[in-house]
């Protein structure tokens, strides 16, 4: 009797490639997120200054604002693998010239804006290849519960990666802390390296280059505009973020000025929001919402 995978789909010879790159970039995911805690605490310990953390955080977004809305047309008509794999090698190299910096005392604190800068640049063009590659790799009718899985697996990143990486930070130096992220790098650049991602068939367009871009960035506001509740979910969600993310920023900060509290407390009020996420996430899906 043929059994179905886990993911639904009785043929699964795309499980293997598939799952090679997708583990290996589940290693990336964890790496950056305890890099990414490690040093919220680490400038918050070393400066405790608000304005610091406020531009730690400005160059970490503010790429992806700049770079999001044509990162998809960019990729689009690139390797998808070239991508990735630039993306990821482009980051360990930075994190490896921090470690140095780190490791011999030379370290600035412009030093490590630069380094959230080009993790965010990077990010800004991995994200999109890597759900390209996905919808091309994964039949039609497994994706769903991947996106299941990958949800489910971001949502434990967040909540265990604060309390590992507060672990990490306490016992061991910054970049020790940093190493970890390389190694993580670079078993999602092996995993690349072993599986050959496939390409999307071509088609001519009489349009080229820049001004094609252009076009698909106006075509996707359009969508977005002319959808009216698309277009209302995104403002409430603009509006959220926009209240909540000086109070998130900020936290740090507030607990070891306020409450004399450490990194496990840092991480503990993290995975406690993290947590809360998870369960309104499950509400939400068992509930179905307002009408």
């Not at 063009?125 to 890597?130: D, I, K, N, R, W």
């Not at 080229?208 to 509740?229: A, H, P, T």
């Not at 740090?252 to 991480?267: L, R």
């Amino acid at each position: 009797m043929k059994t179905r995978s886990i993911l639904g789909k009785k043929n699964t010879s795309w499980q293997l490639p598939f799952f090679v790159i997708w583990t290996g970039q589940t290693f990336s995911l964890v790496g950056s997120q305890l890099v990414g805690f490690a040093f919220v605490w680490y400038l918050t310990d070393l400066t405790g200054s608000a304005k610091v953390l406020a531009l730690a955080a400005t160059m970490e977004w503010l790429p992806r604002v700049l770079i999001g809305p044509f990162a998809g047309a960019v990729v689009d008509r690139w390797n998808r693998r070239s991508v990735m794999l630039a993306a990821d090698s482009v980051t360990a190299l930075a994190t490896a010239m921090i470690i140095y910096l780190s490791w011999v005392g030379d370290i600035a604190l412009w030093h490590i804006y630069l380094l959230m800068m080009v993790r965010s640049i990077g990010s800004s063009f991995h994200f999109p290849a890597m759900q390209a590659t996905t919808s091309l790799m994964v039949p039609e009718d497994s994706l769903t519960r991947l996106q299941g899985l990958n949800q489910l697996l971001q949502g434990a990143m967040n909540v265990i990666a604060p309390i590992l990486g507060a672990v990490l930070i306490a016992s061991m130096p910054i970049y020790g802390v940093l190493g970890i992220d390389v190694i993580t790098a670079l078993i999602a650049i092996l995993s690349l390296l072993l599986i050959q991602v496939p390409q999307p068939e071509r088609t001519q367009n009489p349009e080229r280059g820049s001004s094609m871009i252009l076009k698909e960035m106006q075509d996707g506001f359009r969508y977005v505009w002319d959808w009216i509740g698309l277009r209302k979910v995104l403002g409430l969600a603009v509006v959220i973020n926009f209240l909540s993310m000086p109070a998130l920023i900020l936290m740090p900060i507030f607990v070891k000025t306020h409450f004399q509290g450490g990194a496990g407390e840092v991480a503990g009020m993290q995975s406690a929001w993290s947590i809360g996420f998870l369960l309104g996430a499950l509400l939400l899906s068992t509930w179905g919402g307002f009408k």
